[in-house]
């Protein structure tokens, strides 16, 4: 169950991206709101994912799910830039978090 909450943590950390992408420094109301209510539920699934997962892990889990979905949506949507360089970047944090979930997992 901790790593299904720590999955969606991460997801809710893209969406705390997205938002505060749109917010424009928060100018927009309901983006700047979005930002806020996703921080919270972000920050508070991964806190309960904590409770039997080693933190080193699961940061790294949450910030590589952060960090490769805010990528990939910032290039399908936002029109970022999709260098080769960019794309081995992000399969690079792909192999960091997977090996970060193989060697380690639950708290002792």
């Known amino acids: 169950m901790a790593w299904i909450l720590l999955i969606i943590a991460g997801l809710f950390e893209v ?8 917010s424009d420094g928060f100018s927009h109301a309901w983006w700047s709101g979005g930002f806020f ?3 919270i ?22 910030t590589g799910i952060g960090a490769i979905g805010t990528a990939i949506l910032g290039i399908a949507l936002l029109g970022d830039n999709a260098s080769l360089l960019k794309i081995v970047s992000i399969v690079f944090i792909l192999i960091g978090v997977i090996g970060l979930n193989l060697a380690g997992g639950a708290a002792h």
Do not use: D, I, N, R
């Not at 969406?15 to 749109?22: C, R």
């Not at 904590?50 to 699961?58: F, P």
């Open 15 to 22: 969406a705390m991206a997205y938002s505060l992408k749109m």
């Open 37 to 39: 209510v996703f921080s």
């Open 41 to 62: 539920l972000s920050f508070g699934l991964l806190s309960f994912a904590l409770k039997s997962l080693e933190v080193g892990t699961a940061y790294a889990v949450w």
